[in-house]
């Protein structure tokens, strides 16, 4: 005897070896013996053959059309068997009861299963809603198909083209156009990256980029709502002094700005004056709001994202020829010494009589020009309207702070690489094109002017965190624990030793109109201003806030996803400079070795990383002229070949991490060709 049973969703037959009355053990066609629960069988035969049986209820089952079967069923539940005869005869054969059996189980839009080889008829709307549903997947399929063959055929289709950029980062695995892209680089056999640049749907590296970035980060777009910036309503006395900012020509979020009083009597006062948005905006407005939800403006060439609207900016921003408000710092200092003396924060207005811009005055303003009161340009021209004897105080400052905090360190500050500007030509502060002529230019980095504000920043920032700690008051903190290798820079609520800056607290707090970390803490510094050993009664944020732990961590994730696209782009424009230029040779030395005796080198002209092959046998340090290889513009890759060994470059020690400057990599995206298809829910026999 033979049986023809149900097991997880298929139909088998075979030769019943003995049976009991809940179960029979079965031998398949194949020689295999399985175990068949009484209730699993459905019908028992002595012929046909079960492979025969199968072969021609699969046949039958083709032929049982389900809108007439339907139409045929009784209302209630009812047997595969009930049915055949209804639709055949009443001597319905084996064969046809089993292939309505098939059928009906195929056809669960039809039919409901009861099990047992049990049906109930779906009702006449729930049967329209599915059958409509069977056909939009059948209209949805065909796009997918269609769509497919035009991407391979080196066409994009314009819905793959609008939803380009969520197909491969952020995917609806579910949606036909991310199912037309797998299905064509599956029957291309091309990575998805290189089916759509040759179909045309990555039309410019430029935007492929920067479209990424708004995805990820700027869904709504870079827009701001129409806001008021609140004004400062404090009545804050008028600063006696003249305050001077040094920023680069592109700046516009003018955050800082210095003075000087008391030269030659002995003792000196310098002043730190900060924008003081945090005397306006406040903790929970619409504005801050804004601020939290971006954390930091986004700088790139050619172009930048504020963190703040252009107007709000422009209502704190340090302008020149304003008594703007503000947050300072005024050291009093030995003149001859140089020891501080003492340290005092005020709320107040302060001129700011000029905006110094360093990119038109650094050629100028040279350590020769401060160092030494003879030296005078060939032209006779006084460099800024600042006095000489003001910059040369202040230089002669930061180059001591700098000296005591080498101390603490234990080590010189060494940065020997320049910094690299670019400028996008008639780019006018638009989103650029990607195809704009760029410059490339350096400036060494320590040059005066900039270590002037940057030694003076440091001394702000390191004072007031001091200063935010002794009240109890908790700020934003960087902090690192040594410079062994491998230790990181941490982001925490408690003023511990910052060992790469050589100070013992450094608390961001001199840039509140492009960081908001240091918007926070200008609200606690403004506490302590106002409320000094009760401020943490009345400062904003408390002692253990869960709130400033969420701004850190937070701030944290934007602000190096901000500083890697900004690296990124930096990248693609040097890349197109060497395409603009026709550059296909370049000297670079080598500074970390890789895999198969290749190297990653750095360029010694360009903001260029890279690996090279054909350096075996080199050292750390070795210069080499260099061939490149092909840009490609998406990946951000160029890879080179040695063409000459030059002389050893000196390796001087450099504070930057030379591991955290990757060549280049594969972009990563969420679109996996691999992935297993989903399995039909085909249950006819097998």
């Known amino acids: 005897m033979h049986v023809l049973f149900e097991e997880a969703g298929k139909f088998m037959a075979g030769r019943v070896l003995s049976e009991a ?52 069923a009784p209302e209630g539940e009812f047997s595969f068997a009930d049915l055949a005869r209804d639709y055949f005869s009443a ?66 289709p314009e819905p793959i083209r609008e939803q380009l950029f969520k197909i491969l980062f952020r995917p609806d695995k579910n949606a036909p156009e991310y199912k037309a892209v797998v299905e064509a680089s599956r ?22 980029h920067w479209q990424r970035f708004l995805l990820d980060h700027f869904p709504k777009g870079t827009g701001f709502p129409a806001l008021q910036a609140p ?20 700046t516009t979020e003018i955050d800082d700005a210095l003075s000087v009083q008391g030269l030659g009597s002995g003792t000196v006062v310098v002043g730190i004056h900060i924008a003081a948005p945090g005397l306006a905006i406040t903790p929970g407005s619409a504005i801050d709001l804004l601020g939290r939800q971006r954390l930091s403006t986004v700088y790139m060439p050619g172009y930048k994202i504020t963190m703040l609207p252009d107007d709000v900016v422009q209502t704190y921003t340090l302008s020149e020829g304003r008594d703007v408000p503000a947050v300072s710092l005024y050291v009093a200092l030995d003149e001859a010494t140089l020891e501080i003396k003492a340290t005092e924060t005020r709320l ?26 003879a030296f005078e340009h060939q032209n006779g021209t006084s460099p800024a309207p600042i006095g000489r004897e003001v ?26 690489r320049p910094d690299y500007n670019f400028r996008l030509v008639g780019n006018d502060g638009n989103v650029p094109t990607g195809e704009e002529p760029v410059q490339i230019s350096t400036r060494q980095r320590g040059a005066p002017l900039d270590l002037i504000v940057a030694e003076a920043m440091i001394l702000a920032n390191s004072t007031w965190g001091s200063w935010m700690a002794e009240l109890g008051v908790p700020g934003i903190y960087r902090s690192q624990a040594s ?29 509140p ?7 926070v803490n200008q609200w606690q510094i403004i506490a302590c201003a106002r409320h000094g050993k009760t401020a943490a009664l009345a400062a904003p944020f408390k002692p253990k806030d869960a709130e400033l732990f969420s701004i850190i961590s937070a701030f944290d994730a934007a602000y190096s996803a901000y500083n890697g696209y900004q690296a990124g782009m930096e990248r693609f424009w040097t890349l197109k400079y060497l395409e603009q230029q026709g550059i296909t040779e370049l000297v670079a030395t080598t500074f970390k070795e890789g895999p198969g005796g290749s190297w990653l080198v750095r360029a010694d002209e360009l903001p260029l990383v890279f690996p090279v092959l054909g350096a075996q046998g080199l050292t750390r340090g070795a210069r080499l002229r260099v061939r490149l290889g092909e840009v490609d513009e998406i990946a951000l890759d160029v890879s080179g070949t040695v063409i000459e060994r030059l002389d050893a470059a000196p390796m001087v020690e450099d504070d930057t991490q030379d591991e955290d400057e990757p060549a280049a990599g594969p972009i990563a995206i969420a679109l996996d060709v691999n992935e297993p298809e989903a399995a039909p829910g085909d249950n006819s026999a097998s």
Not at 32 to 37: E, L, N, Q, S
Not at 513 to 519: A, F, P, S, W
């Open 187 to 208: 029957a291309t056999r091309l990575p998805p990256l290189a089916l759509l640049q040759q179909a045309g749907a990555i039309a410019s590296p430029y935007q492929f």
């Open 483 to 511: 410079l062994a290798p491998g230790v990181k820079v941490r982001m925490g609520t408690k003023a511990l030793p910052h060992a790469g800056i050589g100070v013992k607290s450094y608390a961001w707090s001199t840039s």
């Open 91 to 156: 001597d319905a054969t084996l064969a046809q009861q089993a292939g309505a059996l098939f059928r009906l189980f195929e056809a669960p839009h039809y039919f409901r299963r009861a099990g047992k080889g049990r049906f109930k008829k779906a009702p006449a709307e729930i049967l329209q809603q599915a059958l409509a549903a069977i056909e939009k997947k059948k209209v949805i399929q065909q796009l997918i198909t269609d769509w497919s063959a035009e991407l391979a055929a080196g066409r994009c």
């Open 21 to 72: 009355e809940a179960s029979s053990q079965v031998e398949l066609d194949s020689g295999k013996r399985v175990k068949v629960k009484a209730a699993n069988i459905l019908i028992k035969f002595e012929k046909p053959a079960p492979a025969e049986l199968l072969a021609q209820a699969a046949a039958v089952a083709q032929t049982i059309e389900l809108e007439l079967a339907w139409e045929f």
């Open 391 to 416: 910059l040369s105080f202040l230089y002669r400052l930061a180059k001591d702070l700098k000296a005591r905090r080498e101390v603490v360190r234990g080590k010189p500050e060494n940065f020997n």
């Open 513 to 519: 109109l492009r960081r908001y970390t240091d918007l």
């Open 231 to 250: 004004p400062i309503t404090d009545d804050l006395p008028l600063a006696a002094v003249q305050a001077y900012s040094i920023d680069d020509s592109q």
């Open 348 to 373: 107040e207005r302060v001129p700011i009589t000029a905006n110094l811009r360093h990119d038109q005055l650094d050629g100028l303003i040279t350590a020769e020009w401060l160092e030494n009161p």
